[in-house]
């Protein structure tokens, strides 16, 4: 996709799936740029599947983070439709700053609720219509 006005990027989007775009703040906020503090191994969990042809208008995405399944605290909840930017203004948007290709992956955000993960968390990202992903948080070696 490469210039492409909203009915194109449309067309252009295959498919929905599941993310946890783990950010090391006390690096970004020291390092003053991005690359580091979400570059290191592990730190973008993506899955487990990709889903087509999804409405994403309206669907609730939720991120939990506990020690075991009957300890989850919801960290992050909200819907699709309270997003600033929608997914095909968001790709018609990238596409006239760089070309996207087949596989390229764009994250949308995330809601309100971003807060430190200890070491032995579990974190679970569920989308509704797609499906949950969850991660254990273990050091990064």
């Known amino acids: 996709a490469r210039r ?40 973008c969990p993506i899955g487990p599947w990709i889903t087509t042809g999804l409405d994403v208008s309206d669907l609730e995405i939720r991120c939990e983070v506990g020690r075991n399944p009957e300890e989850m605290e919801v960290r992050q909840l909200g819907r699709t439709k309270d997003m600033v930017f929608d997914v095909p203004g968001l790709v018609s948007y990238i596409s006239h700053v760089m070309t996207l290709l087949p596989g390229d992956v764009v994250l949308t955000g995330t809601p309100a609720g971003v807060s430190p993960l200890t070491e032995g968390d579990t974190v679970t990202v569920r989308i509704q219509g797609i499906g949950e992903l969850s991660n254990p948080v273990v050091p990064v070696a």
Do not use: H, M
Not at 13 to 42: E, M, P
């Open 4 to 43: 492409a006005d909203r009915a194109a990027a449309e067309r252009a989007i295959f498919g929905y799936t599941c993310a946890n775009d783990v950010t090391a703040r006390d690096l970004q906020r020291s390092d003053g740029q991005w690359t580091r503090a979400k570059g290191f191994d592990s730190f």
